[in-house]
């Protein structure tokens, strides 16, 4: 890294740090109204995320009239806009507050009744709501561990990770040796995240339906399902706009415990599209989830042809 990158990276990661510092003070009533400014105008003026935002709802919601596709992508940039802006207040404010702030949890006994039978307990975490409040609230009522990439911006990495791991979560690398502490935490009968939504590197996954169309998904669940016998739930902090927050655990489609890695990642992403049930305008519809094609994993020569953005 050059001395004027590494200056820059610097230069941004103080901007980034203090205004996340800054907004950590407001409510989150205020927070919401920010973004209900910001949102309609990211959608009008950043043509990349309106684009793949647009793109993903013809997919997912075909039969949906292409003005309320558009009222919902413009809803699910500004709920994108508020998750970005309560960073601060995720990790920076005091927990006592961010605690108060999640006024429901449903569907705790998911994980307590598998704890009481000695099994681990995965927790799928999609992007939806405030995933950094769901981590906020597990860590603290459970042993916890979650996979991190560090930042792109290597200076925000200290504070991103004081953040997460204020409240005891323990923080793994994105590899073989991070898996490996998943399945020791496991072992303990304790709760590890990990993120089903994101599109793997290839090799680490397989295609499978997500909205009826194929989507690149990991097969890391299937692994740890089959060295642990631990249960599986997906969990979300569902936004309730100026108000605060709640958590919701889903059972998981029972598909997430079959060997076959097909068959677990379709599970897998069923149990996405369950969450994205309970409000689709809280899922971040602005991720290229189907950037990779099975025609080009096939080496068709016309496979761009098959791709959506």
Known sequence: MSDETSRRDRLQATVVTSLWRTLSGRSLGTLWRLSRYAGPLIHRLSKRERHITESNLSVVYPATDRTQRRRLARDSLTHSTATMLELGFAWMRDPERVESSIVEVHGRELLDDARAEGRGVIVLAPHF????????????????????????????????????????AQLVPTNPRGVAALLKALKRCEAVGILPDQEPDWGSGVFAPFYDRPAYTATLLPKLVARTQARVVTGVAKRLPGRGFAIHFLAA??????????????GVNACVESAIALDPAQYQWEYKRYRKTPEEAAGDPNFRHARIY
């Open 253 to 266: 489609d029972e598909r997430v415990y079959e060997a076959d890695e097909t068959t677990s990642a379709s």
């Open 129 to 168: 709501g405030n995933w950094e409040v769901l981590n906020f609230w597990l860590s603290g009522h459970f042993p916890f561990t979650a996979m991190y990439e560090p930042p792109k911006i290597a200076p925000l990495d200290p504070v991103i990770r004081h953040g997460r791991e204020r409240r005891g």
